[in-house]
């Protein structure tokens, strides 16, 4: 068996990924507060791992403050640099850079967002109550997850638009800036062109969080 390396993050050690990951949840445990004492140099050092740190890091860092990321409000964290400007900065990127793919899944995410959000609100409009199909719990606007349903799961729709398409992701151009907070591609044509491509194959199904991100997704495989 391959004995796992251990993930060296400034002065803590830590034996995989997942660690470190519940290292960072602890801190956004505490709250959108701004990161101090060893939480701020734990994050500094994980911000080192970035593929990106020099033009993410600037000029130098004055404070570090964990912030609402936009559109889905999760947790996120958000330097503001000696010089007075701002940035946000992915951990996730910190701990596995994205491929190519990874990058163009994510501009698709957000060019159908609208219509994810259009799912939601039309299933609440109609029902008084709404309970998830899969696991009977009561869902609320802010809590349920829009699912896939088959015979198009996301990611089938994203790989069969990538081959009819013909797309060279290495040739996409992203969507860049300090407060860029979501990914989305530079070619606004592209964009709408997936948004329909998806509109004609996805159905969309209102669900809990648990079905969407375990039960469902074990089903699929």
């Known amino acids: 068996m391959t004995k796992r390396s251990t993930i060296i993050v400034g002065d803590e050690c830590f034996a995989s990924k997942e660690d470190v990951r519940r290292r960072v949840q602890e801190i956004f445990s505490r709250g959108f507060l701004e990161v101090e004492g060893s939480d701020k140099c734990f994050v500094l050092a994980l911000f080192e791992r970035h593929r990106s740190a020099v ?4 000029a130098g860092v004055a404070r570090i403050r964990v912030v609402r990321v936009q559109p889905w409000g999760d947790p996120g964290f958000e330097i503001e640099r ?3 400007t701002f940035v946000d900065i ?48 009561l869902l609320t606007p802010e809590s349920c997850h829009v699912h896939h349903d088959d015979p198009w799961p996301f990611e089938s729709i994203v ?13 996409v151009q992203y969507v860049e800036g300090d407060r860029v907070t979501v990914t989305a591609f530079v070619d606004a044509a592209l964009s709408r ?13 209102v669900v809990s ?13």
Do not use: M
Request: proline share 3%; charged share 35%; with cysteine.
């Open 193 to 205: 062109d997936f948004s329909e491509y998806h509109r004609a194959r996805a159905i969309l199904r």
């Open 82 to 84: 000696i010089d007075g």
């Open 55 to 58: 033009e993410k890091i600037g």
């Open 90 to 137: 992915s951990y996730k990127e910190c701990l596995t850079p994205s491929t190519p793919a990874h990058w163009f899944r994510a501009a698709c995410r957000n060019a159908v967002s609208e219509q994810k959000f259009d799912a939601r609100d039309r299933a609440f409009a109609e029902a008084a109550e709404l309970r998830c199909p899969v696991t009977s719990e």
């Open 209 to 221: 969080k648990r079905a969407n991100t375990s039960i469902l997704r074990r089903r699929s495989r």
């Open 159 to 171: 790989k069969a638009y990538i081959a009819d398409r013909f797309i060279d992701l290495g040739a």
